[in-house]
């Protein structure tokens, strides 16, 4: 069965500092990786997602992430905070391709402080 | 621009009142989902329409049904709501096939509905 594991409920950063969130998914073929972020109150919003090619990946406002093989890793990775990417961050899997078989890690609560 | 929009946004039921969400989309996806999400929690699959063939989760409660009339449209009902029924539920599209066009494809979801039980 596919999994993923995102470290960390809570992540609190200053704004302006670097925004890290952790993806790590369990695999024995090659994954279909997925970022949504979903602000309070409104539905799931796709960041960016990787399929094939290249493993660095970047999304919509100013996010990207990297899938790294060896790792089993796929971080969502922002250089510069913003107040307004406090939100909830999911990281999501698919083994077949299809979007019929998504499995989501457990969120995490991206705190902003001024 | 094409989305997926869910009515009401937000639905108050009295307990045990059958109680009805709606989801439309202009995607022209083949598939819809329906999620419950509670608070702090991932969304949790709740079944899916491929095409017009009806997809429950295992685990996904008898309380709760669905139908879709239509490529466009996707209803949720729920016979018998309980306390621990209230949450979130969010309508989702994609496109799929067998074919494999499919692949890699994310799920679109609308705002949700979020569900109070007096």
């Known amino acids: 069965a596919q999994s993923v594991t995102q470290l960390g409920s809570h992540v609190s950063v200053s704004e302006g500092a670097l925004v890290l969130l952790r993806c790590n998914y369990s695999?024995?073929?090659?994954?279909?990786l997925f970022w949504y972020v979903q602000y309070p109150n409104q539905g799931l919003q796709l960041l960016l997602k990787?399929?094939?090619?290249?493993?660095l990946v970047k999304g919509i406002n100013g996010f990207e992430a990297e899938f790294k093989k060896s790792e089993t890793s796929f971080h969502l990775t922002k250089p510069s905070a913003h107040m307004s990417d406090a939100a909830e961050y999911f990281c999501?899997?698919?083994?077949?391709?299809?979007?019929?078989?998504?499995?989501f890690g457990s969120g995490t609560q991206l705190t902003v402080l001024p | 621009d094409a989305m997926v929009i869910q009515n009401p946004r937000y639905q108050v039921t009295q307990f045990g009142k059958p109680v009805t969400l709606s989801c439309s989309q202009t995607?022209?996806?083949?598939?819809m989902y329906w999620y419950q999400q509670k608070s702090s929690q991932a969304p949790k699959l709740l079944f899916h329409?491929?095409?017009?063939?009806?997809?429950n989760e295992a685990d996904t409660p008898d309380n709760f049904q669905s139908r879709r009339p239509n490529t466009s449209f996707c209803f949720l009902d729920i016979r018998s709501p309980g306390l621990g029924d209230a949450a979130m539920y969010l309508c989702?599209?994609?496109?799929?096939?067998?074919?494999?066009?499919?692949?890699?494809?994310?799920?679109?979801f609308g705002d949700g509905t979020r569900l109070s039980i007096l």
């Open positions: 989702a599209t994609s496109r799929d096939n067998l074919g494999g066009q499919g692949r890699s494809q994310p799920q679109h």
């Open positions: 695999s024995s073929v090659p994954p279909y």
């Open positions: 990787y399929t094939t090619g290249a493993t």
């Open positions: 999501a899997v698919s083994y077949s391709g299809s979007a019929r078989q998504l499995t």
């Open positions: 995607l022209n996806h083949n598939v």
């Open positions: 329409y491929y095409d017009k063939d009806f997809n």
